[in-house]
C-alpha cells in the first residue's frame, strides 16, 4: 500500500522557519516527482515546489529565495525547508508524488500525503 506521510508543520512567528517532510513507502522506486502544495482556508490548492528525481527543483513565484526543496532518494523522502515565512505562507501543506508500486510499467500512480499545518503569525 502506497502511503505519503508528512511531518514537520507548526505554528512559527513571520521570520522564522520550519522544515517540512514527507516519506513514501510501499514503492518500489524512489518517485520520479514529488511535490508540496498548499491550501490556504478559502482557497484553491496550489503548488509550492517539485523536484525530480534527478533533484531538479521548480518553485513558486512567491517562494523562491526562501524555500528549498530536496529529496533523499535513498531514503524516498522530501523535504521543504522554509525559511523567513510569511502569514501568507499559513496553509496545510500536503505532500503530492509520482510513484511505482509495481514491478511492471503500468504499476504506477499519483498520491496525496494526508497534510500538515503551517501557521505563521504576523
Known amino acids: 500500500q502506497v502511503q505519503l506521510v508528512e511531518s514537520g508543520g507548526g505554528f512559527v512567528q513571520a521570520g522564522g522557519s520550519l522544515r517540512l517532510s514527507c516519506a513514501a513507502s510501499?514503492?518500489?522506486?524512489?518517485?520520479?516527482?514529488m511535490g508540496w502544495y498548499r491550501q490556504a482556508p478559502g482557497k484553491q490548492r496550489e503548488l509550492v515546489a517539485k523536484?525530480?528525481?534527478?533533484?531538479?527543483?521548480n518553485y513558486q513565484e512567491s517562494v523562491k529565495g526562501r524555500f528549498t526543496i530536496s529529496m533523499d532518494n535513498a531514503k524516498k523522502t522530501m523535504y521543504l525547508q522554509m525559511n523567513s515565512l510569511k502569514p501568507e505562507d499559513t496553509g496545510v501543506y500536503y505532500c503530492?508524488?509520482?510513484?511505482?508500486?509495481?514491478?511492471?510499467?503500468?504499476?504506477?500512480?499519483?498520491?496525496w500525503g494526508q497534510g500538515t499545518q503551517v501557521s505563521v503569525s504576523s
Open positions: 503530492n508524488a509520482d510513484v511505482q508500486y509495481g514491478v511492471l510499467p503500468s504499476q504506477r500512480g499519483n498520491y
Open positions: 510501499g514503492i518500489i522506486f524512489s518517485p520520479s516527482v
Open positions: 523536484i525530480t528525481r534527478g533533484n531538479t527543483p
